[in-house]
């Protein structure tokens, strides 16, 4: 009898366990996969919503400041205020210097030239945010403009760590020299 329990509570657990067939290693690839395309998915709409969020905030600021703003493919956008009867326009790779001040949209000050000096850099190739490179192109020799920054071309998700929170289009006053 002893034998017959035995064989039998034996034969109940290989049963129950032959009804717990691990998934085939396709079934977890494909789960994997689109776990990983729900995921992008859900990145690229909260890029897609950050960028309109910061689009509305500058459409807001050139509207409530009463200027017509030229928007650049790259999202850059810049509103000449004086323009220079004969300057040379910008190109990469030409030496330039610019007085220039840095602000948020909401008016705040961050840097300016008066603090830390007249910037000099070679378009396209310096340590400078890259919405100017590209910004500054759009000008010539003697303007003065505003150049409205997005945020993945001034400091991006993380800002300067100084002055520019994460995240934040920036505005820069320059006269360009």
Same mark, same amino acid.
């Given at each position: ?19 717990? $067939?691990?998934?085939?290693?396709? &079934? @977890? %690839?494909?789960?994997?996969? /689109? ?5 992008? #998915? ?52 030409? $030496?330039?210097?610019?007085?220039? &001040? @840095? %602000?948020?949209?909401?008016? /705040? ?5 008066? #603090? ?6 070679k378009v396209?190739q310096e ?20 150049i409205m ?29």
């Open positions: 009898m002893k034998g017959l329990l035995f064989i039998c509570l034996n034969s109940g657990i290989l049963l129950s366990s032959c009804n717990e $067939v691990p998934a085939p290693q396709e &079934s @977890v %690839s494909q789960s994997m996969e /689109t776990n990983n395309a729900q995921i992008k #998915r859900q990145f690229i709409t909260a890029n897609q919503q950050l960028m309109q969020k910061e689009n509305d905030e500058m459409d807001y600021y050139a509207t409530s400041h009463k200027m017509a703003f030229v928007r650049t493919g790259s999202g850059i956008r810049y509103y000449v205020y004086e323009t220079s009867a004969q300057g040379d326009s910008i190109k990469n790779d030409m $030496v330039i210097s610019m007085d220039y &001040s @840095v %602000s948020l949209l909401d008016g /705040t000050l961050c840097y300016s030239s008066e #603090r830390e000096g007249r910037r000099t850099f396209g340590e400078i945010e890259s919405g100017i490179h590209k910004g500054v192109q759009y000008l010539k020799r003697g303007d003065k403009a505003l920054i997005p945020s993945p071309l001034a400091h991006g998700l993380l800002g300067d760590f100084k002055k520019i929170p994460p995240q934040m289009p920036i505005v820069y006053d320059v006269i360009i020299y």
